[in-house]
């Protein structure tokens, strides 16, 4: 009984994790809590972190591009 509703605190608790990573990204925070209850937080986690940032501005992914493409051509040199 007692490890029971440890398990059901814990699954709660740990479905706050992708729903604050989804809030930080621009998503909704309760949508993603939800999920993460219904579904399973480890599925959500993931599922959040393959999304791209609606925060990050276009010179923010320009920035992004560039040091990309930096480190390929140091890459290519070796």
Do not use: C, H
């Amino acid at each position: 009984m007692f490890f029971g509703i440890l398990g059901i605190f814990l699954w709660i608790l740990l479905a706050f994790w992708p729903a604050i990573i989804a809030k930080k990204k621009g998503y909704s925070f309760l949508l993603f809590l939800v999920l993460s209850w219904f579904v399973s937080f480890i599925i959500t986690l993931v599922i959040v972190l393959f999304l791209k940032d609606k925060n990050q501005t276009t010179e923010d992914r320009e920035a992004d591009r560039a040091a990309d493409a930096a480190l390929e051509n140091e890459y290519d040199k070796q």
